[in-house]
């Protein structure tokens, strides 16, 4: 267990249709990271948030978007889905900003699938 | 743009013998990080390198970092059925954000 918490587990919805990932992590831990996994395919990093202010931004689609809340849980928004936007979110966090030098602690991921 | 190729993509080896992926990147990191996914799990944190040239182990995992900071390899020996996964290096380019560019994975199988 890595600390790490994320709802729901599975998402399961329809096109066009707007979804909210929920995060929590590790006590103690300032910064968030969004990554998205699709099928046989890598981890592409959408964003990152530290401290509540949005600290690096990846290939996050416009339709998409995250918030960091004062305790430090993060949600990640997903509107207009579309059939390809199926995948597994992760979520992870580190202690520093700098995620090149603290490792990155993953949830357990919030798989969605649209239909 | 940036990217962190990793090779092979896959690999099936019968249970004790070696395994060995490559990571490469078209620019040069400042490190680079190993994560481990098993099947249906979540990345998990193995090891940072940083020095050039630098080599670290654990147990039978072999890390090292290349002269030029531009690749790096994660050796096994005497593969087992645990180390079953998805391997990925992940760095961060010396010139760019602080963002972790993950790389495209290699999946091990290990066969008894």
């Known amino acids: 267990d890595s600390g790490v918490t994320q709802t729901p587990k599975h998402l399961i919805t329809a096109t066009g249709q707007r979804v909210t990932l929920r995060c929590s992590p590790r006590s103690g831990d300032l910064s968030v990271y969004w990554y998205q996994q699709s099928l046989d395919q890598g981890l592409q990093f959408l964003i990152q948030?530290?401290?509540?202010?949005?600290?690096a931004k990846g290939n996050i689609l416009e339709r998409f978007s995250a918030q960091q809340f004062p305790d430090l849980h993060s949600e990640l928004n997903l509107s207009s889905l579309e059939l390809g936007d199926s995948a597994l979110y992760f979520c992870?966090?580190?202690?520093?900003?700098?995620?090149?030098?603290?490792?990155?602690?993953f949830g357990p991921g919030t798989r969605l699938t649209v239909l | 743009g940036q990217q962190v190729m990793q090779i092979p993509q896959y690999q099936h080896v019968q249970e004790g013998e070696d395994f060995t992926t490559y990571c490469n990147s078209s620019t040069t990191l400042s490190n680079i990080q190993w994560y481990k996914q098993r099947p249906g799990g979540h990345p998990v944190f193995l090891i940072q390198l940083v020095k050039s040239g630098e080599v670290k182990k654990q147990k039978r995992l072999t890390f090292q970092f290349g002269e030029a900071k531009k690749n790096s390899s994660l050796h096994i020996t005497a593969t087992q059925t645990t180390d079953v996964g998805t391997y990925f290096c992940?760095?961060?380019?010396?010139?760019?954000?602080?963002?972790?560019?993950f790389g495209t994975g290699t999946r091990l199988q290990v066969f008894p």
């Open positions: 992940a760095g961060r380019h010396r010139y760019n954000t602080d963002k972790l560019i």
């Open positions: 992870a966090s580190s202690a520093r900003g700098d995620s090149s030098v603290s490792e990155q602690f």
């Open positions: 948030y530290y401290n509540g202010e949005e600290r």
